[in-house]
C-alpha cells in the first residue's frame, strides 16, 4: 500500500502568503507545523547588510528563508529539512509566481542537522561553508513538556532528549568564524540556548519580543557571532500589538506586511 504522506502523494496543502503576497508557501492543511509570525520575525533580524551564503536550519516549508532572500539580493540561501514531505514542499513553493524574484538564490537540502558530525558533512551540511545561519527550532523540551501526540507535527515543536545544544553546534560547524547566528526562541527558554552558546559563541545580542508594550516578552531573538569573545547585551524589544488582542503596532505591520527588516546591525 502506498504511504498517504510520502512527497509524491502529499497530503491537502495550502498556499499562504507572507510579506502582503511578496512571498507565497505552500504547506500542510493540518497533521504538520504551520509557518507563522516567528519565520517572519527571525528573517526580519538580518541587517540590511546582510550578504553571501545564509542556512536556514528546520526550514520547514522554506518560510524564513524565503522572506530572508525576497528582502536580501545578496544572500543566497539554503534551507535545512530533515522531513521529506515537508522539504518536498518547500521545493515546490520556489516554483509558485510569487517567489519568482529569488527562487534561483534558494535551495533546499534534505538533511537531519542533528546526526553526527561525519553523517551531516556527507549530507552536504560541511564545516565553516556559512556566512549566516538562522534558526526557529522546537520551542519545547520533551522532557519537560507534554508534546502533541500527533506523530508528525511532534518533531516540530518538541526537541529531543538532547536539548538544543545539537542545534548550536551543528550551527558553529557551519559557520565561519565572524559568521552570525540568528535564533528565535521562547523568552523563558533563554537559559537553555546560553549555556550551549558559551565557548562557542560571543557578542550574543538578546532582544526581546513582547505581545504588548506591558507585557512581558514571550519571545526572544538571539543573535551571536561565531568564535567572538565580544560581550553579552540586551537590546530594546519590540511590541507586536497596540493592545492586548487589537491592532498590530506600525512596526509589527511594516515587518510583516511590508517586509521591512527590524533595524538590527552586527557587532
Not at 522531513?83 to 514542499?89: H, S
Request: hydrophobic letters at 40%; charged letters at 20%.
Amino acid at each position: 500500500m502506498t504511504n498517504p504522506e510520502t512527497p509524491e502523494t502529499p497530503q491537502p496543502t495550502t498556499k499562504d502568503k507572507f510579506l502582503g503576497g511578496k512571498v507565497m508557501v505552500e504547506q500542510p492543511a493540518k497533521g504538520r507545523h504551520r509557518a507563522g509570525l516567528d519565520a517572519v520575525y527571525l528573517a526580519a533580524s538580518l541587517p540590511e547588510s546582510t550578504a553571501g551564503t545564509l542556512y536556514d536550519l528546520g526550514t520547514g516549508v522554506g518560510t524564513a528563508a524565503f522572506c530572508a532572500a525576497h528582502r536580501l539580493p545578496a544572500i543566497k540561501a539554503v534551507g535545512v529539512e530533515v522531513d521529506p514531505v515537508t522539504a518536498a514542499l518547500a521545493r515546490k513553493g520556489l516554483s509558485l509566481p510569487e517567489n519568482a524574484s529569488f527562487a534561483e538564490r534558494v535551495s533546499i537540502l534534505e538533511a537531519n542537522l542533528t546526526a553526527k558530525g561525519s553523517i551531516r558533512h556527507q549530507s552536504g551540511l560541511g564545516s565553516s561553508i556559512a556566512d549566516h545561519v538562522i534558526m526557529n527550532p522546537p520551542y519545547y523540551d520533551s522532557t519537560r513538556f507534554r508534546v502533541t501526540p500527533q506523530s508528525d507535527r511532534a518533531p516540530a515543536h518538541a526537541l529531543d532528549e538532547r536539548g538544543i545544544e545539537p542545534w548550536i553546534k551543528t550551527a558553529k560547524d557551519l559557520l565561519k568564524d565572524g559568521g552570525t547566528l540568528s535564533i528565535i526562541f521562547r523568552a523563558d527558554g533563554l537559559q537553555d540556548l546560553l549555556g550551549p552558546m558559551q565557548r562557542r559563541f560571543g557578542a550574543i545580542d538578546i532582544i526581546p519580543i513582547r505581545p504588548t508594550a506591558d507585557a512581558p516578552a514571550t519571545r526572544i531573538i538571539v543573535r551571536a557571532v561565531a568564535a567572538s569573545r565580544a560581550p553579552l547585551q540586551i537590546l530594546p524589544g519590540f511590541t507586536l500589538h497596540e493592545e492586548a488582542g487589537g491592532a498590530f503596532t506600525a512596526q509589527a505591520t511594516t515587518v510583516m506586511r511590508d517586509g521591512k527588516g527590524l533595524g538590527l546591525t552586527n557587532r
